[in-house]
């Protein structure tokens, strides 16, 4: 992987176990207690000593221009939107093949099934790659591995249509959904680099900005090339653009990750060509990206909060990739419609997606803001987030019903859209909330808990619309969302009143010092 500075080295070594006494002081000033008196001491002064026991370095001063909080807003919406790009990429690579399926499946002479299995193993990739990039990003920062998983991405991606061959096309979508994960996993931990807990909401709208599109996009996109020219062209056409936004990348984004920047800032220098060859220092590198690698399944075995957060999340994620991945064909199967313009519906998903995101981000905050405020003296506490989580929990299941016995008894298309967007409100709603108020609970392990609770998500995004053709044709598209529904209401309804009567105590079940820190940390 390709870095400009290592953070590995004997200087650089931060032995868990060593830090635990200096991070046992950080968490003190956690969020779940109740700030100091402004006359015993400031708080941008206590998180400048807190750094500087952690890593060995701080910032000159709470207005420090280097610090990623005292950005410009200009740097920080411009690297959001880079980062944003990159997850349209994403989540277009994963749709934009929906509407080509059918031609697929008649080239390579394989039935829906294993069509279905070419469309969904890129979710496997992007499910397990984060261990890795969560691992190496909190090691050495957010910006080389991401460009190292483009680069990764790029090349597997090109070559998922080379011959023709159903088992090609298989590992090479798995293989680039592990360099596609870079831009998932790290967007929302580098949101958080910049953004403090007022403004999360507003960091989640520009990052979602663009990913809202991708489920429109992709199979737009995706039909319209199929159409004009050949369906291998989309796979070429991603990792073109791909190429582009990485270029932009290497030459705008900096580095963003606060321990990482400190961590070299205490060293002085960066490890020399020598000492990176050197056997202690692939020692300490191997024993580091092993505990950075096991962090995520810790949190996921040990820390009921990240259960919780990772089963609704694979519920929601599941479903709505269900959804994507039959969206188009059930246009064509229902109302006769072509590829080209049954793509066109995804445009519905993609406008409700990107209110959500845009306006629910901003709703978010407002709350967030007023019941701190009013409720603990401006002192925020992720369950505040909850009652924004109670709107998406409901849409959900209400646009499934409503959009499965639309198709089902052949409703004029719109009301099938309107259900659509129902859904895709609550899609969008729920992780958005979730995501948000897990970065509340993990701040220097953003990255790791990410990938603890997006891991689920995507082994059932996997999963689901393999099985999608056969849930269809046995139950239809009445009974069948009408099922998934109801899953959903048992499993998920509990979860708002779970969290904002026992959220604070279900978070520290299972808390290690070194996971929760002061803000800004």
């Known amino acids: 992987m390709p870095t400009v500075t290592q953070d590995v080295g004997n200087d650089a070594c931060c032995d868990e176990e060593k830090r635990g006494a200096d991070l046992k002081v950080a968490a003190a000033d956690s969020t779940d207690v109740q700030p ?23 910032w000159d001063s709470p207005d420090d221009p280097n610090d ?15 980062f944003s790009m990159s997850q349209l990429i994403t989540l277009m690579t994963a749709s934009i093949i929906s509407a080509a399926l059918n031609d697929i499946s008649s080239d390579l002479h394989i039935g829906m099934s294993s069509a279905q299995m070419i469309f969904s193993t890129y979710f496997l990739g992007i499910a397990f790659g ?25 090349l597997w991606n090109a070559i998922s249509p080379v011959g023709k061959s159903v088992n090609v096309m298989i590992l090479s979508r798995l293989m680039a959904g592990f360099g596609a994960c870079a831009g998932v996993t790290l967007t929302g931990p580098t ?9 999360r909401g507003k960091a989640a709208s520009i990052a979602a900005l663009l990913p809202s599109l991708g489920p429109a996009l992709g199979p737009i996109v995706g039909g319209v090339v199929t159409q004009l020219i050949a369906w291998p062209w989309i796979f070429h056409i991603m990792s073109i653009v791909t190429s582009v936004v990485t270029l932009v990348g290497i030459f705008y984004i900096k580095e963003s990750y606060t321990p990482a920047l400190l961590r070299r800032k205490a060293r002085g220098k960066p490890v020399t060509p020598r000492e990176a060859l050197t056997k202690s220092f692939w020692t300490e590198f191997s024993k580091r990206l092993g505990l950075g690698i096991w962090r995520p399944v810790r949190l996921l075995l040990t820390r009921p909060i990240i259960q919780l957060i990772a089963f609704v999340m694979a519920l929601s994620f599941a479903i709505y990739t269900l959804l994507l991945g039959t969206y188009a064909t059930m246009f064509m199967d229902r109302y006769g419609q072509t590829p080209s313009i049954s793509a066109l519906h995804y445009i519905a ?13 901003r709703v978010m905050d407002l709350v967030y803001r007023r019941l701190s405020d009013r409720r603990n003296k401006g002192q925020g506490k992720p369950e505040f987030r909850v009652p924004y989580l109670v709107s998406g929990i409901v849409l959900l299941p209400i646009g499934l019903v409503m959009y499965g016995w639309a198709a089902e008894r052949r409703v ?5 859209d309107i259900g659509a967007v129902i859904f895709s409100l609550g899609t969008v709603i729920v992780p958005q909330t979730l995501l948000a108020y897990q970065l509340d609970e993990f701040v220097e392990h953003g990255a790791s808990a990410s990938a603890a609770t997006r891991v689920l998500a995507y082994i059932l995004g996997f999963a689901f619309p393999t099985f999608a053709p056969k849930l269809y044709s046995t139950f239809g598209y009445g009974w069948g969302n009408s099922m998934m529904a109801l899953i959903w209401v048992v499993f998920c309804f509990p979860l708002p009143v779970v969290l904002w009567l026992w959220g604070e105590k279900i978070r520290r079940w299972g808390r290690r010092d070194e996971e929760h820190r002061v803000e800004g940390v």
């Open 36 to 58: 100091q008196d402004d006359a015993e001491i400031d708080p941008q002064i206590r998180r400048l000593e807190l750094l500087k026991q952690q890593y060995g370095s701080t």
């Open 349 to 361: 998903i993609a406008v409700a997606m990107t209110f959500a995101a845009q306006v629910g981000g």
């Open 412 to 416: 004029a298309w719109p009301v099938v």
């Open 191 to 199: 949101m958080a680099d910049m953004y403090g807990k007022r403004e």
């Open 68 to 82: 990623p909080y005292n950005w410009p807003s200009t740097r920080k919406v411009l690297t959001g939107i880079i």
């Open 130 to 154: 984060p261990f890795v990039v969560a691992a190496i990003s909190e090691m050495h920062g957010r910006k080389w591995i991401w460009v190292a998983g483009n680069t990764w991405y790029i």
